[in-house]
């Protein structure tokens, strides 16, 4: 069992046992050093509802809590919170079991079909920065659920419907007619750019940009072909940003709006059998006492338009409904923007009212807020434009590269290429997920790609540096056991055994700067053990130290990896 469930149980039981059966535990990470390694912060609540002294009632948890073998001490602080040591025999016993573990002691759940829904770009357009966070923190959430022993479903709910649809196809049948097709398209920005002018200068255009709209949306052949062939194009584009980025979108994770499309009016239908859709000013709304408008009255929310149409949210309710009932998910991650919260919030409630999705299956905004750029503004180039993601990615690499040429001239160009590469992109994704997804963020080149701090650079570098124990020593006693004696041994054994409850933390609650803490604390008690602990001196090797030396790169690697960042052997 995972720390944290165990100190907890074994907390649980010995309430039990003392009369307040009803008390909740509260086991929780230790503040500060001095307060031991954890602490239990339930006995002032168990003591109000049992009417006693606090600290009295924690000597009696105390002499009741089964921590045999766990714990080394258990004292009391302050007005009543019980401060925990963990014994440095189990710590070993807990670091010797993970190294031996696939998963490095992260405790396997039992398996629910999760889906993460992110990136979701809209397909007329390339990929700009305001894809990024989508991109990535969703990426890191569904490699965090895969390891926790989930059943993961990715999703790339593309926008690839819509009236602008019918723009893009003309415009593509034009470029054809010019033989220009496959030069315009190589330039997604500057197609829709033209097509977008085409539309707005030229009342042909824009009626037979229209009829095409009908066209697509009726499954005639010809339009339907010549709008897969932009799709396809546009989609290699953000093959291309993804492959970059090292995250595990492809081909077969899209699902797109138009998948939808032939739902929409069942949809539609089954919202009025159930009686809940209602007729307002000749449009199709749903009414939610949930949410009121600004007069205090239930808000009504538009299913279908007054024209026929349908609109962003009842694709989505089809896309719900599809998930629950042909993919048969339990947990919905949508990694979204912060700005689309009222949206999610309207479209859960209908789906649940409308049973698309049953009260046990969960459907969870991850939202996130804004990339910011150094003037607090909305991250844009200098010139005011939205920044392509593609250039964004090659100056992190360009920046990354520069840096690595200076700290190592004399390695060959492929070389510095390649760690620019990992480290540049690393830093890029790190800075993102390391800070509170819900707030804004400002980026700033040069704090993520700095070798000290809470980024990338420094926990590529400090695996580096493990990896580079273990090219000095010939070799050593795999079978050794582990002995944990020093405060700074103890430390770094501690914050290894923890590895599990943050992983499932980020499962949990959709976090992903906990890890990214949690791995920087990892590195820092490294550099604090090896400063202390010798681990090869004079020729002697400490068999115990190395091996608490390879689970601590195996645990850098792998939590790295679950962000969706690389690490090198060497740098
Ligand atoms: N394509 C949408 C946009 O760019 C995001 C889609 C989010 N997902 C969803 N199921 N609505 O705004």
């Known amino acids: 069992m995972s720390l944290l469930p165990l100190l907890n149980s074994r907390f649980a039981a010995a309430l039990v046992a003392v009369g307040a059966p009803d008390a909740q535990p509260l086991v929780q990470a230790a503040s500060r050093p001095e307060f031991g390694d954890y602490q239990m912060n339930g006995v002032m609540g168990a003591a109000k509802v049992l009417k006693l002294n606090p600290r009295e009632l924690a000597q009696k948890i105390i002499d009741a809590v089964d921590l045999a073998g766990i714990a080394s001490s258990l004292e009391i602080a302050g007005p009543g919170f019980i401060n925990i040591k963990l014994d440095n025999a189990f710590l070993a016993d807990r670091v010797a079991r993970a190294l031996q573990d696939a998963h490095l002691g992260v405790e396997q759940s039992p398996a629910q079909h999760v889906m993460v829904e992110y990136s979701s770009v809209n397909l007329a357009k390339e990929m700009h920065v305001g894809h990024l966070r989508s991109t990535i923190i969703g990426d890191a959430l569904a490699r965090v659920q895969a390891y926790v022993g989930m059943n993961v479903t990715r999703q790339n709910h593309v926008g690839d419907w819509g009236t602008q649809f019918g723009m893009l196809v003309a415009f593509l049948i034009e470029q054809q007619q010019e033989g220009n097709a496959d030069i315009a398209l190589k330039d997604l920005e500057g197609f829709y750019r033209r097509a977008k002018a085409r539309f707005d200068e030229d009342e042909t255009f824009a009626n037979t940009a229209r009829d095409y709209v009908v066209k697509l949306q009726g499954g005639d052949a010809e339009v339907r072909a010549l709008w897969a062939r932009f799709v396809e194009v546009s989609l ?44 307002s000013e000749g449009a199709q ?38 998930r629950v009932r042909e993919l048969k998910i339990d947990r919905c991650l949508y990694v979204v923007d912060a700005r689309q919260a009222l949206h999610f919030q309207q479209l859960f409630t209908i789906a649940k009212k409308a049973h698309f999705a049953p009260d046990s299956v969960s459907l969870e905004h991850i939202a996130f807020g804004t990339m910011m750029g150094e003037d607090g503004k909305p991250f844009k180039t200098r010139s005011g434009d939205v920044v392509k993601l593609v250039d964004l990615l090659d100056e992190a690499q360009q920046r990354a590269f520069d840096l690595v040429s200076e700290k190592n001239p004399n390695l060959d160009e492929a070389t510095r290429r390649e760690i620019a590469n990992a480290v540049g992109i690393g830093a890029l994704k790190y800075a993102d997920l390391s800070k509170s997804r819900t707030t804004d963020y400002i980026f700033n080149w040069n704090s993520m790609l700095s070798f ?120």
Not at 484 to 509: G, I, M, N, Q, W
Request: glycine residues 6%; proline residues 3%; charged residues 20%.
């Open 452 to 571: 000290e701090g809470n980024t990338a650079p420094y926990l590529q570098y400090a695996y580096t540096r493990v990896k580079s124990i273990f090219r000095k020593v010939a070799q050593y006693d795999q079978n050794a056991a582990i002995v944990l004696t020093e405060p700074a041994e103890h430390a770094l054994a501690l914050e290894l055994a923890r590895f599990s409850d943050v992983v499932h933390a980020v499962a949990k609650d959709s976090q992903p700067h906990l890890l990214c803490a949690y791995l920087y604390s990892v590195a820092t008690m490294f550099s604090r053990f090896y400063e202390n602990c010798p681990v090869n001196q004079d020729g002697v090797t400490n068999a115990s130290r190395l091996k608490v030396c390879d689970l601590t790169a195996k645990v850098l690697a792998t939590g790295l990896d679950l962000l969706g960042i690389k690490v090198l052997e060497t740098m």
């Open 285 to 322: 709304v749903v009414f939610l006492d949930e949410f009121k408008n600004k007069d205090g009255e239930p808000q009504a929310s538009i299913i279908q338009k007054k024209d026929g149409g349908y609109l962003y949210s009842t694709t989505d309710l089809g896309a719900i409904r599809f």
């Open 236 to 279: 290699s584009h953000c093959n291309a940003v993804y492959q970059k980025l090292n995250v595990l979108l492809d081909d077969g994770d899209v699902r797109g709006e138009s998948f939808y499309n032939a739902d929409l009016p069942i949809i539609v239908d089954e919202l009025r059998q159930q009686g809940l859709l209602v007729e």
